[in-house]
């Protein structure tokens, strides 16, 4: 009978809980969110009539929220797993390994089956590079790869974090909610100057009621979305400095469910960010702090955990499936409840069939091999090169994605 050191279980316990898997599996859900705000839009919608108009409204701020959720998490979960010491040269290695192999394998993709035939070199150079998001031009923030815009502000967001990690560990604990207040505040401001100050000529494609410049200033551009960012860093600080206020993971929950019908509701611009930035700010450490308390979760199963894992590549791909499924079946449109409703739910297993392979043959062993320098993947022994991996991919793995 093996005998089991004094404090054994409690520090199996406490590794298996430092993932923080609701986090994990949270993932699922916003890349879900985003899936379903794409296959309702007109361009991709199986429906007609009054069924693709109501499935265009509900489903309209699933996209915006889930990358919102992302870019909170993503500031979140980094400063929840970062480690003392740890040098920003070997941080940005490990955060471009998780981020550009999945990145340049569905350009490829995107390349071969429908943008290539269009897309001039203004538009995939700035793509590969990652670099997009920062041209105010929607073939070209939106070409190529759609849900690609997002990682180019995640390169962003990784590139400065050494700084604003080590600023905002230096903000009195006592005074972090104040921040976050004022940040969600300057968050609310934003929409508000698009509106006044940027023009609204020429408008944003499938009826978005703004301009293309607004929507870029807003929703694109990366030193804007790094407020979400910020908010997500400093909760972490909030949990890890033992400030959380106890919000239940439920009623954070019933808070995002009350934003999402304000963002229904509100000015286009306002509906994107904005009034859901709270309650996200509020859910995420709420899950943590379940988990960390071994509170029940529903999104802390294997199921979920392996479809949280999976997510990153499933954002990635979901469009490429979308926009290239629609060219197969354009000709039938419009279809019935039953029948579009088969197609999304076979879009969306395609989807996560090919998320798998790529998670498996392309995320995981780049984050394995290239995560270390090469110095220490050579001399490693077995248990420490597998504690490389885990490290190449932190708590709930931070973006969309991260």
């Known amino acids: 009978m093996t005998v089991k050191a004094p404090g054994q279980d409690a520090e199996a316990r406490r590794a298996r809980l430092s993932r923080l898997p609701s986090l994990t599996g949270m993932r699922w859900i916003a890349a879900m969110m ?21 499935a265009e409204w509900l489903f309209s701020k699933g996209g915006w929220v889930g990358v919102s959720f992302f870019f909170i998490l993503s500031g979140f979960v980094l400063t929840y797993s970062a480690r003392p010491g740890d040098k920003p040269r070997r941080f940005m290695r490990r955060r471009l ?61 990784y590139l400065c974090f050494p700084v604003l990690h080590r600023w905002i560990k230096k903000i009195n604990p006592d005074h972090l909610w104040g921040w976050v207040a004022g940040i969600a505040a300057l968050v609310l401001v934003i929409p508000a100057f698009s509106y006044a100050v940027l023009p609204s000529d020429p408008p944003m494609p499938n009826g978005f009621p703004v301009g293309v410049t607004q929507a870029w200033f807003v929703y694109l551009l990366p030193p804007v979305r790094m407020l979400e ?56 450490p709420a899950a943590a702090v379940a988990d960390l308390r071994d ?13 949280g894992e999976v997510s990153f590549a499933f954002y990635l791909i979901h469009g490429i499936v979308i926009i290239y499924g629609t060219k197969l079946i354009e000709d039938g449109k419009p279809y019935g409840i039953v029948s579009g409703i088969g197609l999304w739910a076979a879009c969306a297993l395609i989807s996560l069939g090919l998320a798998q392979l790529m998670y498996k043959y392309v995320e995981l062993p780049m984050m394995k091999h290239w995560s270390k320098p090469r110095g220490s993947r050579a001399g490693a022994r077995p248990a420490e090169a597998a504690e490389g991996s885990r490290e190449a991919e932190p708590v709930g793995s931070g973006s969309a994605r991260d």
């Open 229 to 284: 960012f910020v908010v997500g860093i400093m909760m972490a600080r909030i949990v890890l400095t033992d400030r959380w206020i106890n919000v239940k993971m439920i009623h954070a929950l019933g808070l995002l469910i009350v934003g999402y019908a304000i963002a229904l509701n509100v000015p286009w611009l306002y509906g994107l960010n904005a009034v859901c930035l709270i309650p996200i700010a509020l859910l995420i």
């Open 97 to 157: 390994v998780k981020l550009y192999p999945n990145h340049v394998v569905t350009f490829a993709l995107s390349m071969v089956l429908f943008a290539g035939a269009t897309a001039t070199w203004k538009q995939w150079l700035p793509n590969i590079l990652l670099i997009h998001t920062w041209i105010p031009d929607y073939d070209t923030f939106f070409g190529i790869n759609p849900p690609s815009w997002s990682l180019a502000c995640e390169l962003v967001f």
């Open 295 to 307: 509170q029940p979760s529903p999104f802390r199963g294997r199921v979920m955990n392996w479809l």
């Open 34 to 54: 985003v899936f379903l705000f794409h296959v309702s839009l007109p361009d991709f919608t199986p429906f007609g009539g009054e069924v693709a108009t109501g």
